[in-house]
Nanobody, 127 residues
Framework: QVQLVESGGGLVQAGGSLSLSCEATGLTFGAHVMAWFRQAPGKEREFVAANARSITWTYRTYYADSVKGRFTISRNNAKNTLYLQMNSLRPEDTAIYYC?????????????????WGQGTQVTVSS
């Protein structure tokens, strides 16, 4: 049974930083595309960032334009853990952040392509 457990959310002032973690169990972590999505109140869940293995066994990343240059996604395959370092946070980054996984090597930005989800962690950025 696949389980994704996020941690690290909280309250931070605008301009501050937070680091999220997602520990995965029940899957071959290195063989899965791992991603972060977020959902603000009254809005649809949206793609934030993804990390996927290429055919040469290197990992590539992809970011939504809204977070590019401020957020960094990374993974530690030995620990089965995905990370999201969030810097220069803005009030509009306030949302529940979800970790997601799908098997394969193609970066996917559509939430429907991810069968596995965590329970989410709240990030609140005050102005």
């Amino acid at each position: 049974q696949v389980q994704l457990v996020e941690s690290g959310g909280g309250l931070v002032q605008a301009g501050g930083s937070l680091s999220l973690s997602c520990e995965a169990t029940g899957l071959t972590f290195g063989a899965h595309v791992m991603a972060w999505f977020r959902q603000a109140p009254g809005k649809e869940r949206e793609f934030v960032a993804a990390n996927a293995r290429s055919i040469t066994w290197t990992y590539r990343t992809y970011y939504a334009d809204s977070v590019k240059g401020r957020f960094t996604i990374s993974r530690n395959n030995a620990k089965n853990t995905l990370y999201l370092q969030m810097n220069s946070l803005r009030p509009e980054d306030t949302a529940i952040y979800y970790c997601a996984a799908t098997r394969g090597s193609s970066v996917e930005v559509r939430r429907g392509e991810y069968p596995y989800w965590g329970q989410g962690t709240q990030v609140t950025v005050s102005s």
